[in-house]
């Protein structure tokens, strides 16, 4: 899959800053970059405090600018740093650390 990530393309540049929450409430930290599929559309990672975690599951408000995620504090937290331009090799590593299949 092509990686397009033009700033312009990225509808989810609005999220950077917002406050992220794990699964239980615990405040994990801030998204300081969004990572966008632009041939699919999709939103692929997001960067919390620098470190990589995928879109699915996500809870965005936008009304109270967080995130909720569907992960543990610890997982994020332990979770790679985020590549420039994510790879194929990353996101098969990622997606192990959090479970996904």
């Known amino acids: 899959m092509e990686e397009a990530n033009h700033r312009a393309d990225n509808p989810y540049t ?20 969004t990572v966008y599929d632009a041939p699919s559309g999709l939103l692929k990672y997001l ?29 994020v937290r332990s979770a790679p740093p985020l590549e420039d331009p994510p790879t194929g090799g990353f996101d098969a590593a990622v997606r192990r650390h959090y479970g996904l299949s």
């Open 14 to 33: 609005e999220w950077e800053g917002y406050e992220v929450l794990d699964a239980s409430g615990e405040p994990v930290g801030r998204v300081d970059r």
């Open 47 to 75: 960067s919390v405090d620098g470190r990589a975690v995928p879109a699915e599951g996500l809870n965005a408000e936008p009304d109270h600018r967080r995130i909720r995620l569907p992960h543990p504090v610890e997982r």
